[in-house]
């Protein structure tokens, strides 16, 4: 197929430049034609965004008419071979035009029930996040698994699904490849075969486990910190070690002794089966890009450190940020004496990995030898998803305090027991859940959080409520539960946690219970900084894509170097309505071309400002 360019897109008459643009929409080329409303285009990637534009604002009778305009995956159309060139390419890459009788039959089945439930045919762009294809149960898992969606949400995912197809109709058309993108891609996929449980494919001895799982200084964590270093030490860092904590410390040095340091980078522990690119991304991209400065034989006038942070998520010992936490002096020593499910204290788990304890106090960094730290993170919600827009601005990183708690009342037999004598601890930390889930969303009632502002601004989450030996036939007489509250403003979580922690001793007084609780953790609001924020805007601007801004709901390591030095975020777009801490995490390697290539500009722009 003979490529095409974009300036020919920007430059030729309009109908040339649309035929250029033809088969990009399934029977739909009006499409493409209606974005060349919006010439001249920057980048391919302004390009995709201005016929995302079109569509939307075509409404809602076009837009299902394009996804009826698809055909069936593995359906009549492949059967009579009536499909577009483009649509047999696609079904033939991803096996769907040699399936077994049983998968066939399957599949069939699938179409005739999504049909009966949506009235539209199920859209998946088949050749997947990387642009090399799914294989055929990824397909049929994600047709099983979307057959429960709502259906307005789905007609929405198909609409994506068009959108991602198109992208890598429009790249093929272009002759363009995300190289970087594909790269850091597979780093991801490379770094998620360690886990902590799991077992590998037997079809794919190097695929990524079923689950993952890297908690802190498990045997999995190791192997993923001795990757990293030796990942770093491949890219042409010039100074990579491993720190007292675990962190994987990477420095690419300036060209003059006395330079400041820029900090970049996240972590590489995992919540319990959780995702690939949490935290990993933060990691990878810099390192991407100081490879490519290597290769180049390119020197920044500042110093460039990657760190991958041994431990956010504190899943294996109650130290949320200790890898950050270290770096700007807050390892607090009570943790070594944590001990994980097992009974392991973090003393011994540090002394068995070869880490020094004593070394821990020298971590701490001097803020005045550093520009700040940025960090790029997938945005692990549905907003930027939900708009097609590839990368967003960071504003802030939501406050956020954490407790664990038990409720104790007074175990019983559940037949003999009557309704208004029960001390049912279960019951209590039920109706203390619907209030947190209450009184959060009337906090987030107020005139900011608008469409232009579609993050919630303040958030409540029981995550763990468990009745210890519980019973079918007993009345719950303990049960212990976790809280999590954030919100874009310490004054915003207090108030809410304030009135949480009320309506837990009213519920308790009420019904003749009591209950303890423990504060875990409790982490500031961190606005950006006004410069790194604009640095980060400019990047995303230079490539022709929307700068959009959002808070950040999630916390980040971010939020601990935020203490001592200035901070600013780029949250990548996440598929599969953003989902993060689960398997189902994903991102694209389009996406992450694009964040490279944001990344090298903000270098690039923070060298042009050094000077």
């Not at 399936?99 to 069939?108: D, R, V």
């Not at 940020?321 to 009570?334: T, Y």
């Not at 802030?396 to 009557?418: D, K, L």
């Amino acid at each position: 197929m003979s490529t095409i360019t974009l300036n020919q897109i920007n430059t030729l008459p309009r109908a040339e430049a649309a035929a250029l643009l033809t088969g990009l929409y399934e029977h739909s080329d009006w499409i493409a034609e209606q974005a060349l409303d919006a010439r001249p285009f920057a980048s391919a990637a302004a390009l995709k965004h201005a016929m995302v534009k079109t569509l939307e604002k075509a409404g809602r009778a076009p837009q299902l008419a394009l996804v009826r305009a698809h055909p069936e995956l593995a359906g009549k159309a492949m059967v009579s071979k009536s499909l577009t060139a483009e649509s047999t390419n696609e079904q033939t890459k991803a096996g769907l035009t040699n399936c077994t009788p049983e998968e066939f039959a399957h599949i069939q089945q699938l179409n005739a029930s999504y049909n009966a439930k949506f009235g539209f045919p199920f859209i998946l762009a088949v050749r997947g996040p990387r642009g090399s294809g799914l294989n055929k149960q990824q397909i049929i898992s994600t047709f099983e698994r979307r057959l429960h969606n709502h259906p307005d949400y789905e007609l929405a995912e198909c609409l994506r699904n068009i959108h991602r197809i198109v992208e890598i109709r429009l790249n093929d058309k272009l002759g363009y490849e995300p190289a970087l993108g594909h790269e850091v891609w597979d780093w991801h996929e490379w770094l998620a075969q360690f886990s902590d449980v799991g077992a590998m494919s037997k079809h794919a001895p190097h695929a990524a486990r079923e689950e993952l799982t890297v908690t802190y200084l498990t045997d999995a964590h190791l192997k993923c910190a001795s990757t990293i270093e030796l990942g770093m030490k491949a890219c042409g860092f010039d100074d990579v070690h491993i720190d007292a904590v675990g962190n994987v410390v990477g420095v690419y040095k300036a060209t003059s002794h006395n330079a400041k340091t820029l900090m970049t980078g996240s972590h590489y522990d995992t919540v319990r089966n959780g995702g690939k690119y949490d935290g990993r991304l933060g990691i990878f991209v810099p390192m991407a890009c100081v490879r490519e400065l290597a290769r180049a034989g390119k020197r920044l006038p500042f110093n460039l450190e990657v760190v991958a942070f041994a431990e956010e998520e504190g899943q294996r010992y109650k130290a949320t940020f200790l890898g950050s936490g270290a770096l700007v002096g807050d390892f607090k020593n009570e943790w070594l004496d944590q001990q994980d499910a097992d009974g392991v204290t973090m003393r011994q788990a540090m002394k068995q990995a070869g880490l020094n304890i004593n070394d821990i106090p020298k971590l701490a960094r001097n803020a005045a030898d550093y520009l700040g730290f940025v960090e790029v993170h997938i945005e692990q919600g549905p907003v930027l998803n939900e708009l097609d827009i590839p990368l967003g601005i960071v504003t802030s990183i939501n406050g956020s305090v954490r407790f664990v708690g038990e409720v104790v009342g007074m175990a019983s037999h559940a037949g003999t027991t009557p309704m208004d004598r029960r001390r049912d601890a279960a019951t209590a930390v039920a109706e203390l859940a619907l209030f947190v889930e209450k009184r959060a969303a009337e906090l987030n009632a107020v005139p900011a959080n608008t469409a232009t502002n579609p993050t919630s601004a303040c958030v409540g989450t029981v995550g763990m409520l468990t009745v210890p030996n519980g019973s079918i036939n007993v009345v719950p007489g303990r049960c212990q539960f976790s809280l999590d509250l954030r919100a874009t403003t310490d004054a915003m979580r207090d108030a809410l946690m304030n009135d949480v922690l009320a309506e837990l001793k009213a519920i308790c007084e009420r019904r003749g219970l009591h209950a303890t609780l423990e504060e875990t953790m409790r982490a500031s609001a961190a606005p950006s900084d006004a410069k790194l924020q604009g640095l980060w805007e400019n990047a995303v601007q230079s490539l022709g894509v929307p700068v959009f801004h959002l808070p950040s709901g999630a916390g980040h390591d971010a939020m601990k170097l935020h203490e001592v030095m200035p901070q600013a975020m780029l949250f990548v777009r996440g598929q599969n309505a953003g989902i993060s801490h689960n398997p189902l995490e994903s991102t694209t390697s389009d996406d992450m071309q694009l964040t490279i290539d944001a990344f090298m500009h903000l270098l690039h722009n923070m060298q042009a400002s050094q000077k």
